[in-house]
């Protein structure tokens, strides 16, 4: 990729040895969450699974690893994928009719939507990247709404009395028969044999690709469904109580064994159709085996075509300790350098990187799915950040303070090692912002971007070497968080932590951080608030608020996505709004006119959607593109409790919520109203207004009358769970430096 962009039809490849060792399989079991009331356990969350299912895995010698809806593995499933050999999708409430487009049946009961989202992007994301997958009763079902099938909700209803199941809650006897040949008739090692179960909800349309495997006898109600041609796909309706029943979780851990312990790793993606051994045509992020030898890559995808555009060697446990090790041997000599010369490299990187300027657009553009004029001005702001730090290995000034018998003075030392982990939505704009003060500080780097979005990241230590930076100062791993990320974390010879990214994963680093002591700056969510009274001018503001939304397709931790509105005004607010929106040309990145791009992965885009469902308050509705590419319409709703979902939660999409308020003090209670506190915006005609909401504001960056967040020259960090510590300006030298105090006797004796 070094010199430019590959074309669209261009897959270039590398590869790195992986380790597959011979320890049991672990098979992930999803699982349900329900608050109990058991003693001292009174209020308290509980994760439900049935310990026949871990006793069968553990008997087929498996190791059963719970997983609990997780919102942030909605939008990355990976990162629970990463850790599991097999996936088992576990029985238990009835799915969500609206997961598979229907309406709600009086008989459909207590369904859990969370749990839903979060198993439908698991088994997509499994299915695609060919690991071994059983659903079991609920989970059949769910395997089937996956593939894009629908559900017969009440079964009673559509069967007729002579059915097994016309006593709702009622364990009936039946027989069941087993297609010969099917996965689910080599598993359960027969052909036929009996079980006792209810289900009220069953199959009515097959989701794609997808065949009966298993029928009733009794009324040929489909009883397992399996996914021909992958390595392991099948869903029965029955629970592992006897032994046909129990050898389906046998048969899984067997799958599982040997995905882990083939030697040619080989997978399947089924979004292409294609071994991961032979060439890639497309589909989503995966692992793949490269060269035939066992080798492993990042496929990365570029979310406008949905078609692999890259590979790139998938870094590991072992490729961390080398950076960091080349990092710290490289350290004492990077922080001998004499501030000019530092000064210099960087301002050589700063002018090799606006060399590079349209070609790293153009990659951003691509891999991160963002328009080719936002991409041109992030990398302006990249080059911007190299030059303004330039400027600090000089200008690192410690103080002396009067004491009695001497002098006392001050100096600010580098840290050392310190690992950087950047997110998927500003790649490299975001990367710079902690590499630049990180290297004139005198630290060594070693730099981990997103899985999704390792393009330019990649292309920045080539630059940075070509550019005189000597070995070992500027490092990069792509690899996944819960590998490489982790293991930055806990690293005892990395000094620092700077992490952009997800309110919940910064929890977790902030406490792995802490076993070691390490200094951590943390630029997390974001819910912010757009406050516009009626005084304000009303078409200005509704002008503005759709791309302080919109932009980036809305992933953006300072999308104002809250839009408080003075209720006199809310009227007049919409009208000038809707144009606005609906004017957002939304396509491909690659054209100049486009404003908004796709959204990031097929994953993303679904956690985005449940935040509109069908009877949502859709007040404007935007257009996005039909076909290939992770597409959402930019959209808003409108009105909005502020204690709504849509309202309270950081979607991470094109969605905005239009949230009336009266007053003030109203607006400021609204706005204050959340856990988090990174940006914001206030308009209106009343400067002392402006200045006084602006101070009582629980966030850390607000504009008047303008929706802008972010300069180099300027501080940029959160209040609240937005974060620790600050990033740009003259603040983020603070956090990678440590303060030396020395105290220098001048009286004799």
């Not at 409108?638 to 939660?649: F, G, H, I, L, T």
Request: with cysteine.
């Amino acid at each position: 990729m070094t010199g430019g962009i590959p074309p669209r039809s261009a897959v270039p490849s590398g590869g790195i040895a992986t380790k597959r060792n011979s320890q049991a399989p672990t098979i992930g079991i999803c699982a349900a969450v329900e608050r109990v009331s058991w003693g001292v356990w009174n209020g308290y969350e509980v994760t439900l699974v049935p310990r026949t299912y871990v006793r069968c895995v553990q008997k087929a010698g498996g190791i059963a690893l719970v997983l609990p809806p997780d919102e942030a593995a909605v939008a990355d499933p990976d990162v629970l994928l990463d850790r599991v050999d097999a996936l088992m999708l576990a029985g238990g409430a009835d799915i969500d009719p609206a997961s598979y487009g229907a309406e709600p049946h009086p008989e459909t009961k207590g369904t859990w939507p969370d749990r839903d989202r979060f198993e439908l992007a698991l088994a997509r994301r499994a299915l695609e990247r060919d690991l071994p997958v059983l659903g079991i009763c609920r989970g059949m079902q769910l395997l089937n709404v996956a593939l894009g099938g629908t559900l017969v909700q009440h079964l009673p209803e559509a069967m007729g009395s002579e059915a097994h199941r016309t006593v709702a809650g009622t364990f009936s006897k039946h027989h069941i028969r087993l297609e010969p040949e099917s996965l689910a008739c080599t598993a359960a090692g027969v052909e036929g044999f009996v079980v006792w179960s209810h289900h009220h909800q069953g199959v009515e349309r097959l989701g794609e690709g997808l065949k009966v495997a298993a029928w009733a006898a009794e009324d040929d109600l489909p009883e397992a469904i399996e996914l021909p041609g992958n390595h392991f796909a099948l869903g029965v309706i029955w629970h592992p109580e006897e032994d046909e029943e129990s050898k389906v979780i046998s048969a899984l851990v067997d799958a599982a064994r040997a995905e882990k312990s083939n030697p040619d790793g080989r997978r399947v993606d089924k979004s292409t159709g294609v071994s991961q051994i032979g060439p890639v045509g497309g589909g989503d992020r995966t692992e793949r085996p490269v060269g035939g030898g066992g080798m492993s890559a990042i496929e990365v995808i570029e979310p406008a075509t949905e078609q692999v555009m890259a590979e790139v060697p998938r870094a590991g446990v072992e490729e961390v300790d080398a950076a960091v090790a080349r990092a710290k041997a490289a350290f004492p000599a990077w922080r001998a350098v004499a501030p000019a010369d530092r000064a210099k490299l960087l301002r050589d990187l700063a002018d090799a990187l606006e060399v590079r300027h349209e070609d790293l657009a153009q990659l951003e553009t691509r891999n991160a799915g963002k328009p080719i004029g936002d991409a041109r001005g992030e990398m302006e702001m990249v080059v911007e950040t190299f030059r303004y730090y330039a400027g600090a290995p000089e200008r690192l000034l410690g103080q002396t303070i009067p004491v009695a018998g001497g002098v006392d003075m001050t100096f600010r030392e580098p840290l050392g090692v310190v690992g950087l982990i950047v997110p998927w939505n500003f790649p490299l704009t975001i990367a710079s912002w902690k590499v630049a003060p990180a290297l004139a500080a005198g630290n060594c780097v070693v730099l981990k971007p997103a899985e999704l979005t390792p393009l330019t990241a990649i292309e920045l230590e080539k630059i940075a070497l070509d550019a005189g930076l000597p070995e070992g100062v500027l490092n990069v791993v792509a690899g996944p968080g819960s590998v490489c990320g982790r293991h930055l974390v806990e690293h005892p010879d990395v000094a620092k932590i700077a992490f952009t990214g997800s309110t919940e994963v910064g929890r977790g680093i902030a406490a792995g951080a802490a076993q070691t002591i390490k200094r951590v700056t943390l630029e997390l969510g974001g819910k912010s608030a757009n406050v516009v009274f009626a005084d304000a001018d009303i078409e200005g503001a509704a002008a503005a608020a759709p791309l302080a939304v919109f932009g980036n397709a809305g992933q953006d931790c300072c999308a104002r996505s809250r839009i408080l509105v003075e209720r006199s005004a809310v009227d007049d607010f919409l009208a000038a709004l809707q144009p606005a929106v609906e004017g957002i040309a939304v396509g491909d990145p690659l054209d100049e006119s486009t404003q908004m791009g796709p959204l990031i992965s097929a994953g993303q885009r679904d956690a985005v959607a449940s935040y509109v469902p069908d009877d949502a308050p859709v007040a404007i509705r935007g257009s996005a593109p039909d076909g290939p590419g992770y597409w959402f319409p930019p959209t808003v709703l409108a009105p909005v409790a502020n204690d709504d979902r849509a309202a309270a939660e950081e979607i991470f999409g094109p969605v905005a919520c239009v949230i009336p308020f009266d007053g003030e003090e109203e607006a400021v209670r609204l706005a204050n109203e959340t856990i988090y506190g990174l940006s914001g915006s206030i308009w209106t005609g009343d400067g002392a207004r402006a200045l006084r909401v602006a101070r009582v504001l629980e966030t850390g960056v607000i504009s008047i009358n303008s929706n802008t967040s972010v300069r180099v020259s300027t501080p940029f960090g959160g209040f609240k769970q937005s974060g620790v510590g600050r990033e740009l300006g003259p603040a983020a030298l603070d956090h990678y430096t440590d303060v030396k105090n020395v105290y220098y006797a001048t009286e004799e004796g």
